[in-house]
């Protein structure tokens, strides 16, 4: 193997791929109309951890790249344009679509091939973390194709009773393991599982 090849052999065994969403006690990550107001919740766990800024900030700085589904950019989108901000810095984002949509940022990057060759071929060997941030129907996806290393999974203290599934149209059963868990005094609990390979059981097996 020539050395080019093996330091790209070396990138692609050293990349993560972590799906990472905030949800609803219930397993929603937006009401059925796509909104997300509830994600401001007001509850206290007084032996929780509090969130540090400076911490937060460095934590980001890990992650390479974001993966997202056009449906989460057009949230992210309005987000901007009410002033709320660009949740991803200045790191690459790829948008999958199969529309054309319109490109506000330098950091934007659309996407509509086949999306295992993308992530494997062309993700894993230039970024060491790489983010899906959904949302559902990606997050789905990708499982189901057997692309995510880890699931990081923030729950909030809040049901919502409907909404949009964390992962869309699973077609089989994904065997995690726990890695961590901590929860906060706003309330909000984050478990971060890694995805068990070879482990899940196909649905409609009689
Ligand atoms: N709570 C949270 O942490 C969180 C995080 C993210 C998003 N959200 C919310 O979730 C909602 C969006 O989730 P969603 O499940 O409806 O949609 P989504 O996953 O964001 O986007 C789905 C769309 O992405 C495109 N797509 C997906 N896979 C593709 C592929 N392989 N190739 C090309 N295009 C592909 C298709 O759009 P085209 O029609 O353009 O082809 C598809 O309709 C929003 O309301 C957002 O606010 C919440």
């Known amino acids: 193997m020539d050395a080019s090849r093996e330091a790209e052999t070396l990138a692609i065994a050293n990349s993560r791929v972590t799906i990472h969403m905030?949800?609803?006690?219930?397993?929603?990550?937006?009401?059925?109309?796509?909104?997300?107001?509830?994600?401001?919740?007001?509850?206290?766990?007084?032996?929780?951890?509090t969130m540090d800024p400076e911490f937060v900030e460095a934590f980001l700085k890990t992650?390479?790249?974001?993966?997202?589904?056009?449906?989460?950019?057009?949230?992210?989108?309005?987000?901007?344009?009410?002033?709320?901000?660009?949740?991803?810095?200045?790191?690459?984002?790829?948008?999958?679509?199969?529309?054309?949509?319109?490109?506000?940022?330098?950091?934007?990057?659309?996407?509509?091939?086949d999306l295992a060759q993308f992530v494997n071929g062309r993700l894993r060997p230039r970024f060491r973390a790489i983010w899906f941030v959904g949302g559902?129907?990606?997050?789905?996806?990708?499982?189901?194709l057997g692309l995510a290393d880890e699931v990081r999974y923030s729950i909030l203290p809040i049901l919502i009773g409907d909404g949009i599934s964390f992962f869309e149209k699973l077609d089989r059963d994904v065997a995690l393991h726990l890695t961590e868990v901590k929860a906060y005094k706003t309330g909000?609990?984050?478990?971060?599982?890694?995805?068990?390979?070879?482990?899940?059981?196909?649905?409609?097996?009689?």
């Open 63 to 113: 992650i390479d790249c974001y993966v997202m589904g056009s449906r989460t950019y057009e949230t992210a989108l309005n987000f901007d344009a009410k002033g709320l901000g660009w949740a991803y810095g200045d790191k690459p984002v790829f948008v999958l679509s199969t529309r054309e949509l319109a490109r506000r940022r330098d950091t934007v990057e659309f996407n509509s091939g």
């Open 136 to 144: 559902g129907v990606v997050s789905g996806e990708c499982l189901r």
């Open 188 to 206: 909000m609990v984050a478990l971060c599982y890694e995805v068990l390979r070879h482990r899940g059981k196909a649905k409609h097996v009689t």
């Open 22 to 49: 905030a949800a609803s006690l219930d397993g929603f990550i937006a009401r059925k109309d796509g909104s997300v107001d509830w994600l401001e919740t007001s509850d206290e766990f007084p032996d929780g951890a």
